[in-house]
């Protein structure tokens, strides 16, 4: 019989579930009321540790603070670094919600402010220009402190350099980080903070945040889509199509490169062979004039 609350079988189980927020919480309890029995260096507990951070938007930011002071001990610096870039990138990608203050996302911005981490900065510049504070303000103050400086041009001309190709907008990603470190103060009878909680609603959704991101990879957009429909309170492991419950991939009604957006109304989970069945160019998909085209013989349609 299994021992679930080897750190292996944790990692199973989370994987099982479909990295269910549930599941993720559970394991980090186990391995707290286990820390003086684990192994250092496990790559168990690094990967159980990584995928409660990268839990973006889930309530527990008191466990998360655990998880962030536990990963320092667990993880090489290498891997704790590649962890933060990570989160980072996944939250400056990801929904925002308004009423949260995300303390443990913070924390993980200042780290790589506080250590220099120079490839996070062209995500620091996206998530501070999308004005949701107040994330936004500490994106802002990591830049200034990787840059070395809060002025602009400094700022523009760090973000132009052969090393971050990802920063294709450096200019506007500059201009984002100095409205966040710099507020203006506006005519308005509405009150900072009415209009703070209205900056954040209008932000919530990255922008053209691909402007500043690397290339996500296949694994990461999984696991971001996948948290965006649980959150809309949808399984991630039953297809949306046949309604089979097992291992699924999330796509888009309306691909990305068409407009489509990552909000859940546009989300589709589909089991593998469903996912198999879905036009894969835009000439099987639509017509010339843009419309959707008839699904060919073994093909699945979503319209």
Known sequence: MSDLTRPAELRRLIEDSGHAFGVIEKAVETLRDRLETLEPDDEDVVEILRAH?????????????????????????EQAEAIYVEVLEVLAR?????????????????????????RALSALAVLAGREVYPLSRTAARAV???????DQDAITDRLKRDDLPEASAP????????RALFPQKRSSTKSSQARRRELTRQNALPDLAAAGLRPETDRA?????????RGADRDPKRCGNCDQLGPARVGHMV????GGTDLPGNLVVLCRECFRRLPRTRAEAFDEEGAPNAAAPGQLSLF
């Not at 951070?53 to 610096?77: C, W």
């Not at 200019?171 to 100095?178: F, I, Q």
């Not at 691909?255 to 068409?258: D, I, K, N």
Request: glycine share 6%; aromatic share 2%; net charge positive.
């Open 94 to 118: 990801s929904p925002i919600r308004p009423e949260r203050t995300y303390p443990v996302e913070r924390a993980v911005v200042k780290k790589l402010g506080d250590k220099g981490v120079e």
């Open 221 to 229: 957009r999984q696991q971001r889509l996948k948290l965006i429909v």
């Open 144 to 150: 200034a402190a990787i840059v070395g400086s809060t």
């Open 255 to 258: 691909p990305p490169s068409r």
């Open 53 to 77: 951070l990268l839990a973006i938007g889930s309530p527990s930011d008191v466990l998360k603070l655990f998880t962030l002071e536990m990963i320092e001990r667990a993880a090489t610096p």
């Open 171 to 178: 200019d506007e990603l500059s201009e984002g980080v100095k």
